[in-house]
């Protein structure tokens, strides 16, 4: 294995570590390079280290991998042209693939998120045919009748709880629709704040069922820490995507004992040996994609 | 800011050198010794943000990841403290040849500011000047603070659930046994007043502890002052466990006494 600091991207502002399977050399032809992104804030060695482990974990397994900050997160300062979220997470995700690509000889790519990862590589699948697969750690999260049967019930034999539950289903009927705030305001010059916001769930559900139809695989995962204000079930998943055919290429995991970052390590140790398993699995000897490995016009954001 | 990787090939630090604009560059440099664990990963923004803070004064910086943390080479069980002194040792040398310089000198944050008064008193050339913020004087309690910690938060969030024993792994981040027992025996709490370098001390937390230090600090000859500034960084509140650590006051201070340092 070897690891290589790199700056990339339009602006020339973005770091990154690529790790190469073997040193000097890109991954065997026709494996999938990974990319690595920002959790909320946390620059690119992930919470807990938890992106060095995946990216040295499976380049033993020959998979090149990027991990990197967005702009404004980590080791990356903020680019000079105004974008809105949504488009920059695009831009930089797409500059990370010709990066990797430029590092490894990779042509597609499986994207591995938590959070806003999670949310970044939901638009990238949605919007990049280069991605063939992506794991999603806590992302999005819809209610569904049973998530309230199961908040609720118990209030309902407890009286002591009807207050506070009270409270906070007041709090969800009079609040922005399942939106999750994330990192803080910071005085003066503090670090860029991430306001984490759901977009409406037919939208996404609309953006998944066209990835899957494109041969993209999935892997989602849920924490019982991550959204318990939205996401509180096993089958929670399925029942909210529910119209969705995932056609045999989505796998989903609920860790209900796990909070948001996975701080407990032997968790985590599990987390972290499922998605390479996962990967391995699902990527290993597999062949480029037939769909020529530029963006699609409609999200193509700069000139390449 | 340019990223790299040095040191011995088979143990590589991933450093980032931030180099002042040409114009003010002046003809000296800080190594930045970053806390160890979750702190680590908490106080990495405000180390960013305090290299460019001493870029703007013309000093250049060296961020460097310890064995073990970060970038760098080894598993997070495998560094211990005395790796990771002759690792910001590594750095001094590092930042000497890649910017030219002759003036070194140290921010030690948390843990790191234990690293930065070794390195500061067991290697030659000294730093011209050590800023220490809230600085860990003794490792047996930084491992007791951590364990309680864990055990608050344990007890007051319903997902936290720690199965991995105290002994073995602190606030999600694994150790193996001969880094518990380097990090226990850690103490830095008599070093202050017999320190030969300039140091100033700014520190968030006003306990019988801290100052039991600064008194200590008083002492010395080369003590430069102390500075309190409450509330920037809650290192051991179960509220703000996983925060970044946002802390203006605190790098400002610290910025200012590295750029006056003129020895």
């Not at chain 1, 991998?65 to 997470?89: A, C, V, W």
């Not at chain 1, 996975?262 to 998605?275: H, Q």
């Not at chain 2, 990771?84 to 590092?94: G, L, N, P, S």
Request: charged letters at 20%.
């Amino acid at each position: 294995m070897m690891e290589k600091a790199v700056i990339f991207g339009p602006e020339k502002n973005l770091s990154g570590i690529l790790t190469l399977p073997s040193a000097g050399r890109p991954g065997p032809a026709g494996l999938p390079g990974l990319l690595l992104l920002n959790a909320g804030l946390i620059h690119h060695v992930g919470p807990y280290r938890m992106s060095v482990d995946l990216a040295r974990g499976l380049a033993s397994a020959g998979f090149a991998s990027l991990r990197f900050d967005f702009s404004g997160i980590g080791d990356s300062p903020m680019g000079k042209t105004i974008l809105t979220d949504r488009e920059r997470g695009i831009i930089e995700c797409q500059a990370a693939m010709d990066a990797l690509s430029a590092g490894c000889g990779c042509a597609s790519f499986v994207l591995i998120g938590l959070c806003s990862g999670a949310d970044n590589s939901h638009t990238l699948a949605a919007s990049d045919p280069r991605v063939c697969g992506m794991v999603s750690i806590d992302g999005y999260a819809y209610r569904t009748l049973f998530y309230y049967l199961k908040d609720y019930g118990p209030a309902l034999i407890n009286p002591k709880k009807w207050v506070t539950r009270g409270i906070r289903l007041l709090k969800i009927l009079f609040s922005v629709k399942t939106a999750a705030i994330e990192g803080v305001a910071a005085p003066g010059n503090g670090p860029k704040t991430y306001k984490r916001e759901f977009p409406p769930q037919r939208k996404v559900m609309k953006e998944i069922q066209g990835f899957i139809d494109r041969g993209v695989k999935a892997f989602y995962i849920y924490s019982g820490g991550g959204a318990p204000e939205c996401y509180n079930y096993e089958k929670q998943f399925f029942r909210m995507y529910k119209a969705i055919s995932f056609k045999g290429r989505v796998r989903h995991r609920y860790y209900k004992n796990a909070d948001h970052t996975f701080t407990d390590y032997s968790l985590r140790v599990e987390l972290l040996n499922e998605i390479k398993q996962w990967v391995k699995e699902n990527f290993s000897g597999r062949e480029p994609p037939p769909s020529g490995s530029s963006p699609m016009e409609s999200e193509k954001i700069y000139g390449k | 800011m340019n990223p790299f990787f040095f040191g011995p090939s088979n143990e590589q630090l991933y450093g980032a050198y931030y180099p002042p604009a040409t114009a003010f560059a002046r003809d000296k440099g800080v190594v930045i010794c970053q806390p160890i664990w979750q702190e680590y990963i908490r106080a990495h923004w405000a180390c960013t943000q305090l290299a460019h803070g001493l870029n703007k004064q013309g000093i250049h910086v060296l961020l460097f990841d310890y064995f073990g943390a970060g970038d760098s080479a080894g598993a997070s069980e495998e560094g211990s403290v005395g790796h990771w002194i002759e690792d910001a040792a590594c750095a001094v040398q590092e930042l000497r040849d890649i910017a030219g310089i002759k003036k070194i000198g140290l921010i030690g944050i948390r843990f790191g500011a234990a690293i930065a008064c070794k390195v500061g008193a067991e290697k030659k050339p000294a730093p011209f000047a050590i800023g220490y913020w809230d600085p860990v004087l003794a490792g047996v309690a930084y491992m007791s603070d951590m364990q309680s910690l864990q055990e608050r938060l344990e007890a007051a969030d319903d997902y936290i659930n720690f199965t991995t024993s105290p002994s073995k792994a602190l606030m999600g981040f694994p150790f193996s046994e001969v880094q518990r027992k380097s990090i226990a025996t850690m103490d830095i709490s008599d070093s202050f007043s017999g320190q030969q370098t300039p140091y100033f001390v700014v520190h968030s937390e006003d306990t019988p502890r801290t100052r039991e230090y600064i008194d200590k600090c008083k002492s010395g000859p080369f003590f430069r002052g102390a500075c309190h500034v409450p509330h920037e960084s809650d290192w051991l509140a179960i509220q703000t466990y996983d925060n970044i650590i946002m802390s203006p006051t605190i790098m400002d201070k610290l910025i200012a006494f590295m750029a006056q340092q003129e020895q």
